[in-house]
């Protein structure tokens, strides 16, 4: 999965796992950065943007 910022204006975000060690964790996305992972294994991979909080998502991987 590729995340991309395509904000207009210079907003940062990240896309980083809710918790364990398995799951997405990019660090900060400047406008124009991307980040990319592969998840290995089935599940359900919750995640947030650390600079917003309220942004959220989650990827569910099937076998
Ligand atoms: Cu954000």
């Not at 975000?13 to 799951?23: A, K, L, N, P, Y």
Request: hydrophobic residues 25%.
């Amino acid at each position: 999965v590729r995340w991309a910022n395509n904000e207009s204006f210079n907003i940062p975000h990240t896309v980083t796992r809710d918790s364990g060690t398995v799951g997405p964790q990019s660090g900060i996305l400047h406008p124009g950065d991307s980040y990319s992972y592969t998840f290995t294994a089935s599940g359900t991979y919750s995640y947030h943007c650390q600079v917003h909080p309220m942004m959220k998502g989650k990827v569910i991987v099937t076998p």
